[in-house]
């Protein structure tokens, strides 16, 4: 049966985001074996795009070949979307000439998935709600309840959730009454990461165990076991921890027994980052030990660069600070390498194969160009050999034999010195790309510093203060924000994802989100700001990577796309500061505000007072809430910290360990009796004598203030 009477698992794979690194590693091993038809998780199908190219090749244009252009636009999507597509247009015009039913059904069925893969959810729908019509009128027959999951995918994608489980519970009737087990689970699947979503644990437990049960019944054991792991997390997420280890270990188990070795490291991993989660720093090291050269081999860059970052934690609470820096690092350079290398290069990659590839067609036709010269000719040369004496015919066909080798090596000489041309061209041009890119990062420096507040209109807005910004890279994925509106000073900390160029991308995107807050929207309270730029920035990265949602499945081709959705986003602490009044309004998504009280009593500096922000991003979130706002009475002398996470975070001094923000208040409390200006350089002066020769982690950005 080719694509339109199966589900989408690569959209469940990339739209079943998680709440943490943990559900990151059981997602990973739970859709593989739900949705795939062996344990190469993503499988390597390029025999069979082979087997099929070589049938189209062979094939009339008939309803076969509709069948195999269907097949094919499935299957290599999994690959690239792009000529997934192709494939599936080619089938759906082919369908649309010879009035073939299910073959224009099943073509519906790819184009939908593909552009859903794709975040166009328009066409998405629009192919979709064409392939439902067709089975509606009896005119195709593939598969109904893939058609329902499918659009219950694309419902969950616009987070109508409701509208999701309706059409997934009609997948479950209808499966059911066609005795179709594997695809009655791969339902229940899908709406338990609905429930999941909705903050219904207990109905998405429930849900799971429906599943184990249909695979347990099908002795699908890869299946099993991912649902044991996937209860396990559910359980995880309900406190309830040795249930959790319990139904976790079983999965494990199974993996181990059956010899399924795509997913014994996925869940070593799990069970890793479950012992962080538990304390228990030994047992995780061990575990991610055992995961770790696995990932490595497979190339699994993802699943890699989380295991890294949890087996740093493990050994940060295990107190080995040196091996928690070192996979730290490795951390860094990883996800830099993911979302930074692919970005930056790929462009310049792509021009550069353009260029080659347009000057080597030019030099292909000069060469058939001068071929047929050559064969002329020769052609002519002969003809007038025939004419000569028989005596002179024997030198005349030696001397033709010269001419053809000399032909031969003169035109061998030629490309070899065309080759050598084009190669010097290449590498200018690789010369100059590369100076472009850093020629461009360094005046988007220019412009991000542009943006900022310059240091007179701070002087201006707030006399008494101070702004500390280290960017990691040449630009920053932290800056500041200043504005003087009806007599407030309004100023930020922003810690955008990332650093470098992705995070000043980001952080351009909250600047200019902020102002309108202010100045469009006319809004003054910090947490109704806060609430907007949550909005705005989400609006904003709405289109880009890859969507949430369920999978869907299919009776004979079943496969997973791994790639990573965009997760945009920032932390950061809003205040309003009515210098009259001296009354602060501050709000904060993930970072606090500090305030030190002028206390002329107390000579050591006093204590920390911290107001706590919202636990919780600007960008995509699980369960949202409304930001908070605090009122603040200020006294004359009274200081005011904001700050990102780069400098507590900085690994560093005699031990390698982290600078922590224990240690930064302590050292705020010692240089209160500093004047405001003198504490920046103090605070820098501490950070480099920490850092030492240890690289710096990421951006750091402080602001203080005095009242």
């Known amino acids: 049966?080719?694509?339109?009477?199966?589900?989408?698992?690569?959209?469940?794979?990339?739209?079943?985001?998680?709440?943490?690194?943990?559900?990151?590693?059981?997602?990973?091993?739970?859709?593989?074996?739900?949705?795939?038809?062996?344990?190469?998780?993503?499988?390597?199908?390029?025999?069979?795009?082979?087997?099929?190219?070589?049938?189209?090749?062979?094939?009339?244009?008939?309803?076969?070949?509709?069948?195999?252009?269907?097949?094919?636009?499935?299957?290599?999507?999994?690959?690239?979307?792009?000529?997934?597509?192709?494939?599936?247009?080619?089938?759906?015009?082919?369908?649309?000439?010879?009035?073939?039913?299910?073959?224009?059904?099943?073509?519906?069925?790819?184009?939908?998935?593909?552009?859903?893969?794709?975040?166009?959810?328009?066409?998405?729908?629009?192919?979709?709600?064409?392939?439902?019509?067709?089975?509606?009128?009896?005119?195709?027959?593939?598969?109904?309840?893939?058609?329902?999951?499918?659009?219950?995918?694309?419902?969950?994608?616009?987070?109508?959730?409701?509208?999701?489980?309706?059409?997934?519970?009609?997948?479950?009737?209808?499966?059911?009454?066609?005795?179709?087990?594997?695809?009655?689970?791969?339902?229940?699947?899908?709406?338990?990461?609905?429930?999941?979503?909705?903050?219904?644990?207990?109905?998405?437990?429930?849900?799971?165990?429906?599943?184990?049960?249909?695979?347990?019944k099908l002795g699908r054991t890869d299946a099993v076991a991912s649902t044991y792991c996937n209860i396990g997390q559910l359980y995880a997420d309900k406190g309830q921890f040795d249930l959790a280890l319990q139904n976790m270990k079983k999965g494990h188990a199974i993996y181990v027994s059956n010899k399924l070795t795509y997913f014994i490291p996925h869940s070593f991993a799990m069970l890793g980052e479950f012992n962080n989660l538990i304390h228990k720093p030994r047992i995780a090291i061990a575990y991610y030990d055992s995961a770790i050269p696995f990932l490595k081999a497979s190339g699994q860059k993802e699943l890699l660069m989380e295991s890294y970052s949890g087996i740093s934690d493990a050994y940060a609470n295990a107190g080995d600070y040196k091996m928690a820096h070192t996979y730290h690092k490795l951390y860094s350079e990883l996800k830099d390498s993911i979302f930074n290398e692919t970005k930056e290069k790929e462009i310049t990659r792509n021009e550069l194969r353009y260029e080659f590839a347009k000057k080597e067609q030019e030099e292909k036709m000069k060469q058939q160009a001068e071929e047929m010269k050559h064969e002329k000719a020769d052609a002519m040369a002969k003809q007038e050999i025939r004419h000569q004496n028989r005596i002179l015919y024997v030198m005349g066909a030696l001397l033709l034999l010269m001419v053809v080798f000399a032909v031969f090596v003169y035109r061998s000489y030629n490309q070899k010195k065309k080759i050598n041309i084009q190669l010097e061209h290449v590498n200018a041009l690789i010369q100059e790309k590369n100076k472009s890119i850093t020629d461009s990062i360094n005046y988007a420096k220019r412009i991000q510093r542009a943006i900022l507040p310059s240091g007179k209109t701070i002087r201006e807005l707030l006399p008494s203060s101070f702004v500390l910004l280290r960017p990691k890279d040449i630009v920053s994925g932290d800056f500041y924000w200043m504005e003087k509106i009806n007599g407030k000073v309004f100023f930020s900390a922003v810690d955008c994802t990332g650093h470098g160029v992705p995070g000043a991308m980001v952080s351009v995107v909250g600047y200019n989100h902020l102002n309108r807050c202010v100045k469009e929207f006319g809004l003054s309270k910090p947490s109704d700001i806060l609430d907007k730029l949550n909005e705005l920035v989400q609006e904003t990265f709405s289109g880009l990577g890859g969507m949430n949602?369920?999978?869907?499945?299919?009776?004979?081709?079943?496969?997973?796309?791994?790639?990573?959705?965009?997760?945009?986003g920032m932390d950061l602490a809003l205040c309003s500061l009515d210098l009259k009044a001296n009354i602060?309004?501050?709000?904060?998504?993930?970072?606090?505000?500090?305030?030190?009280?002028?206390?002329?009593m107390n000579k050591a500096g006093g204590e920390i007072e911290e107001i706590k922000a919202d636990k919780q991003p600007i960008g995509k979130y699980a369960v949202r809430k409304a930001f908070t706002n605090h009122h603040i009475q200020l006294n004359s002398g009274d200081t005011i910290y904001i700050f990102s996470d780069g400098f507590a975070d900085q690994f560093g001094g005699a031990k390698g360990k982290k600078f922590k923000y224990k240690k930064l208040q302590e050292l705020l409390i010692s240089i209160q009796s500093k004047p405001i200006h003198e504490q920046e350089k103090l605070l820098l002066d501490t950070f480099i004598a920490w850092q030492d020769k240890l690289e710096q982690v990421d951006d750091v950005l402080v602001i203080g203030i005095r009242v």
């Open 584 to 600: 602060l309004e501050y709000s904060g998504a993930n970072n606090p505000l500090w305030i030190l009280r002028n206390d002329p």
């Open 549 to 568: 949602g369920a999978g869907r499945i299919e009776t004979e081709r079943e496969r997973e796309n791994s790639e990573d959705e965009v997760k945009d």
């Open 1 to 216: 049966m080719v694509s339109g009477g199966n589900l989408n698992f690569r959209n469940f794979a990339r739209h079943s985001a998680p709440f943490m690194k943990l559900r990151i590693i059981l997602f990973l091993l739970f859709l593989c074996p739900l949705f795939l038809p062996n344990q190469s998780c993503p499988a390597q199908n390029q025999h069979k795009i082979d087997s099929l190219q070589s049938a189209l090749a062979k094939s009339a244009a008939d309803t076969n070949r509709i069948n195999i252009l269907a097949a094919l636009s499935w299957e290599i999507s999994y690959l690239n979307l792009s000529e997934g597509l192709t494939y599936g247009e080619q089938a759906e015009k082919l369908a649309e000439k010879l009035q073939f039913y299910t073959g224009l059904g099943n073509a519906y069925h790819d184009l939908g998935s593909i552009y859903l893969d794709m975040g166009d959810l328009e066409k998405a729908n629009t192919y979709l709600y064409k392939e439902l019509q067709l089975i509606e009128s009896q005119k195709a027959s593939t598969s109904l309840g893939g058609c329902y999951v499918e659009l219950g995918l694309l419902n969950s994608v616009q987070k109508n959730y409701p509208k999701a489980l309706y059409y997934d519970s009609l997948a479950i009737v209808v499966c059911k009454a066609q005795k179709r087990l594997k695809a009655e689970a791969v339902a229940y699947v899908n709406i338990s990461t609905i429930y999941s979503r909705m903050g219904r644990p207990d109905d998405a437990l429930e849900a799971n165990k429906k599943a184990l049960e249909l695979n347990e």
